[in-house]
């Protein structure tokens, strides 16, 4: 009945189906199965989806009172599980190769291969529990479309992608946000702020703030030269207005490495307050910055000198 390829998993000796499954028409989420079809049913369908097996008989009273439950786990899990009910009085083989002592006994199937079991007509919160552990989260439309965007291959598509995804579910936070990342990375600041001025205060979070931050960082171009300023930190490297200026236009700019180095150098200069008001705008802009590198260069550097 089995293919030659054999494991051995948690007690369980089986044979795993050696080919793929073949195409074919989707088989119901819940249904029946015998020793005749087990490896299609259980273990084919299983590398396609988990499958959960009932083990039942007529005779038992723990039994009749879990199937329902499994029943409606299974609809209510929406197609991200099957249900295989295998009545143990008509599956000798089936039931040895699992050494089946006791029943009701569930076993769950992912890859081909048994992961993991439990015994006895459990709560339905403890099975939630249990299928959790290896049942994929539901995930909708949007947070799928978001999903695409994170991989995508291109900038634009990205944010073709959150853009649908925001057109599925208006105002979906994690969407909003990533959208905003996307507009202000393209210096887009005008679309940027739209989005950001549209979110709830409750759905403001953390990373809200920080791209608020870095929004107004970007809104507003601080007065001086770079240049000039470059002259007066050439000449007295302790012209700590020079370097909070130029930070500040660095960052402004989006070269956040370069205005954390400025930074750092009236921390490592000065053990007053200059020092701590540079380590406040540091921190700042650590929240704000999209480049987790700069910001890892910055922290460390900063923990340093402050050492």
Known sequence: MFAKTSFDTAGYSFNTPGAQPAAAAAPALSFDVTEADF???????????????????????????????????VQAYGGRFALAKLNTDEAPQISAALQIRSIPLVV????????????????????????????????????????????????????TLLKSALALEPGHPGATLDL????????????????????????????????SARLQLALNRPAGDPQALAA????????????????????????FRAAFDQLLEVVLRDKGEQRERARKQLVEWFNACPDAEAVSHGRRYLGMYLN
């Open 39 to 73: 490896e299609k049913a259980v273990l084919e369908r299983s590398l396609e989806m988990p499958v959960l097996l009932d083990c039942w008989a007529p005779w038992c009273g723990p039994c009749r009172s879990l199937g329902p439950v499994l029943e409606k786990l």
């Open 108 to 159: 769950l199937f992912v890859g081909g291969r048994p992961v993991d079991q439990f015994v006895g007509a459990l709560p339905e919160g403890k099975i939630r529990e249990f299928l959790d552990r290896h049942v994929q989260p539901q995930v909708s439309p949007a947070e799928q479309l978001r999903a695409d965007a994170a991989a995508a291959p291109d900038a634009d598509t990205a944010e």
């Open 180 to 211: 905003v990342e996307r507009l202000l990375d393209r210096r887009a600041l005008d679309d940027a702020q739209a989005l950001l001025a549209g979110v709830p205060a409750k759905a403001r979070d953390d990373r809200h703030a920080a791209l």
């Open 232 to 255: 007066r930190i050439a000449a007295n490297g302790r012209d700590f207005e020079a370097r909070f200026d130029l930070a500040a236009l660095l960052a402004h700019d989006g070269d």
